[in-house]
């Protein structure tokens, strides 16, 4: 029997022999294996060909869907054996987009179920209404639910903390208006251990309404470093604490000379006051001098109880209150405390406040403690140059960028490109009893602020740290200057 290939079909046509020898073929065969440069056009068939055909003559059928590659080609071959004779008529079938797509989706799903069986994040999905559709094996290990347990369950019934509510809820808006949000919320496991997630979610909107039909969630625990952070703030407070017991007893003569001059000043006005009181049956105007003694003996009863009150604040161990803290205010009250140390090395302190007088949200005794830390240094590099007399100035101003600035700048010997570098790395410090935690530890203080504290070398020796915070509530100022005055 007589078998013709019609040149007019579109896919590959040949008739074999027993053995696998082409002998014959359709246009559509030609023009392939001449344009991929084939010798001839057996290097379209598979390589198992003889096996194919003598597969198909023993068992009488039509053996289809046979792969041959060759180039960036696929082809699936159908070989059928011709009735009353050897050969056999193969038809080929370009299906080259097809497999490929396929292997690409199977190669895309073998990659999903990896990522998704392995992952130590839990990637859900949830209906707009925020039910589980869906979630990964990772979601008993944070969640405490099994993928099959948690589905149809509202993610309220899992969090159920008020602030998780009030962040779900918020999180709700974003994804209908902005189509993302993220949040991190915190769970209690049946175990009693504590859990935190940060979750980020994307929305899936309809085409053509933009309506959300489905939200994606990743999850991932971050309790580790939110324990981590905990630690670091307690460790961090504990320290700061240290550091205030320390500097108390290097504060010791400034305290004495703190509390001893407005006693001084009361017992002298009292025994004045107490001669004018015997005279002043005699002398009845002696009683208005009596009377102004009694007042100047208020005010600096009250001056000492107000230095006993900022000193215990200072040493105060307990949790931190942010207020608005008025700048000029807070340096002087620091100044006054350190101006007899500063006159024993004979430094003038030199303020320069802005006259609109700026402010920043901050704890006032942290506040305190870093500016009395700049302060002393600044009258010790002062004191280490070896100048009969100097000055350290110390400004507050708000720059054309609205940043609030506090600046203190000595006349010291400075510090050199390498000292610059470690002077705000913990322990480092030249003073030879020096701990080396107070210029780190006050940069931390002031970055907890949301400002930042750094120095810059002077021109002919001295350096100025400066107290950098963001734009706030400061006002436009004029500066003026003044000398603190010894009280």
Known sequence: MSVSLPDADPQPGLILSSTGTPLQSNRAADELWKSSGLDDAAGLLPR??????????????????????????ILLWTFIPLPHSDEILARGRDATDGIRLQEQAIRSNR?????????TDLISRHAPDGRFIDATQASFRLLGYWPEQIRGMLPESIFQSDNATKQLAEAGNLLRDDGYAT?????????????WLE????????????????????????????????NSRRLADELARTSRLAMLGELASSIAHEMNQPLATIVNFASASQRYLKNAPENPQHLERVEDGLEKITHHANRASEVIRRLRAFLRKGQKRSAAVALNQTLTNVIRLCQWEADKHNVTLVFTPATNEPSIIADPVLLEQVLINLIRNGIEANADAGKQSSRLLLSTSVNAAGETLIQVTDEGNGLDEQELRQMFQPFFTLK????????????????????????????????????????????????????????
């Not at 990659?111 to 992952?119: D, S």
Request: hydrophobic share 40%; proline share 4%; glycine share 10%.
């Open 48 to 73: 198992n060909i003889l096996a194919l055909i003598n597969a198909a003559r023993r068992q009488a059928r039509a053996i289809d869907n046979v792969e041959a590659r060759f180039g960036n080609t």
């Open 111 to 119: 990659l999903y179920r990896l990522i998704t069986e392995n992952t």
């Open 183 to 195: 949040m991190t919320l915190d769970l209690l496991l049946a175990s009693g251990k504590k859990r």
């Open 199 to 230: 979750i980020a979610s994307r929305a899936i909107r309809e085409t053509y309404t933009g309506t959300v039909v489905e939200v994606i969630c990743v999850s991932r625990d971050i309790t580790a470093r939110v324990e981590s952070e905990d």
């Open 432 to 487: 030879p009893q020096g701990l080396g935690l107070g210029l780190s530890m006050s940069r931390s203080i002031i970055e907890g602020f949301g400002g930042f504290l750094d120095a810059q070398p002077v021109a002919g020796g001295g350096l100025t740290l400066t107290c950098r915070f963001p734009l706030g509530s400061a006002h436009t100022s004029t500066p003026r200057s003044e000398t603190v005055p010894d009280d």
